[in-house]
Nanobody, 116 residues
Framework: QVQRVESGGGVVQPGGSLKLSCTGS????????MGWYRQAPGKQRELLGL????????NPSASVRGRFTLSRDRATRTLYIHMTDLKPQDTTVYFC?????????WGQGTQVTVSS
């Protein structure tokens, strides 16, 4: 399994921006397609976007397309998600994980709260 630490969450006003980081341990992190997920209480886990080892980005979630952008730094083994035009409905905990099943164990994630 690839150990990961998510960070960068916080409280932001509607319309604001945040950049979340997911740093992995071990070189294998760079060999996997990695994605950012979120799961609001009572809702299914949602894949927001993924980044392949080759640098291709896919944003399958219509709810964030055009607002959230993924990037990846192979040197620091970090996957980023840059979130703009944040809305109250974006409030929840955000996680990163690989995009193939079985998933690695889920970490604590990082809380994002969008509130005025």
């Amino acid at each position: 399994q690839v150990q990961r630490v998510e960070s960068g969450g916080g409280v932001v006003q509607p319309g604001g921006s945040l950049k979340l980081s997911c740093t992995g341990s071990g070189p294998v992190f760079n060999d996997k397609a990695m994605g950012w997920y979120r799961q609001a209480p009572g809702k299914q886990r949602e894949l927001l976007g993924l980044r392949t080892p080759g640098g291709t980005t896919t944003n399958p979630s219509a709810s964030v397309r055009g607002r959230f952008t993924l990037s990846r730094d192979r040197a620091t083994r970090t996957l980023y998600i840059h979130m703009t035009d944040l809305k109250p409905q974006d409030t929840t905990v955000y996680f990163c994980n690989k995009t193939t099943i079985p998933f690695d164990s889920w970490g604590q994630g990082t809380q994002v709260t969008v509130s005025s």
